[in-house]
């Protein structure tokens, strides 16, 4: 009998168990989104915003505020927002409450080609990033006669440039010429300096801040044309 009587405890208290599991899915099943919240990671850049996030998703029918948590489309918020051309990584949740957090990442572009038929960034991974209609990042551009074929090599150059915050205080153009040699422009002064092609180019710019601190520097910005990079172990510079 005692036995019996242990038995039929556990089975009421299984019973119960599954019940307010029941309860509680069911009641989250009719909990709604009260807070929908965007969270841009920081960055030097502005393609994004919350705002727009949320008319991106009210557009698609997907914006999660009101809705009740089994009508909240995580995945497909996501992965909407993956899609877009600025976005680098996202990550969307849901917690208990039925609230909805998107967190974001931009992409990071570090140069910006502006070649005769098409204008677009490439981003810090090396890949093509589209131009914004809403927002334009102050990065290095690459001019002239872009051969695609050899743009890594370009690219390259201008990691290095953008990763060297000397650099990148010094530089503000890459042009290139018919015979592919690079033509670089400061922000400082109005000589052009002849680079020549992307080899040798840790060696070029040693010689080219060597010459900063101890030619420029004492003879002033403008009183050269040209500073040629071209010729090894050696700076030719015309005057104007």
């Given at each position: 009998m005692q036995k019996v009587i242990e038995i039929v405890k556990w089975v009421l208290l299984l019973s119960g168990i599954v019940l307010l599991m029941a309860f509680s899915i069911n009641k989250q099943k009719l909990t709604t989104c009260n807070v929908f919240d965007v969270e841009i990671a920081c960055s030097e850049n502005d393609f994004v915003d919350s705002k727009m996030i949320e008319e991106f998703l009210k557009?698609?029918?997907?914006?999660?505020?009101?809705?009740?948590?089994?009508?909240?489309?995580?995945?497909?918020?996501?992965?909407?927002?993956?899609?877009?051309?600025?976005?680098?990584?996202?990550?969307?949740?849901?917690?208990?409450?039925?609230?909805?957090?998107?967190?974001?990442?931009?992409?990071?572009?570090?140069?910006?080609?502006?070649?005769?038929?098409?204008?677009?960034?490439?981003?810090?991974?090396?890949?093509?990033?589209?131009?914004?209609?809403v927002y334009t990042a102050r990065v290095l551009v690459i001019t002239g006669n872009v051969n695609y074929s050899k743009l890594d090599d370009f690219f390259s150059m201008a990691k290095f440039i953008t990763d060297s915050p000397f650099w990148k205080a010094q530089i503000m153009q890459m042009h290139l010429e018919e015979n592919e040699d690079i033509i670089l422009i400061p922000r400082v002064g109005y000589q052009q300096i002849v680079f020549g092609k992307p080899v040798n180019v840790e060696e070029k710019f040693r010689k080219l801040k060597l010459f900063y601190e101890k030619g420029i520097s004492d003879k002033g910005w403008n009183n050269y044309s040209y500073i040629n990079l071209k010729f090894k172990n050696q700076i030719v510079c015309t005057k104007k």
């Open positions: 557009n698609k029918n997907l914006h999660p505020s009101g809705k009740f948590r089994t009508e909240i489309a995580i995945d497909e918020i996501e992965k909407n927002i993956a899609n877009h051309p600025s976005v680098q990584n996202v990550n969307a949740f849901s917690d208990i409450r039925g609230n909805v957090k998107v967190e974001i990442k931009q992409r990071n572009p570090i140069v910006r080609v502006k070649a005769i038929n098409k204008s677009f960034y490439i981003d810090e991974s090396g890949k093509e990033m589209p131009l914004s209609e």
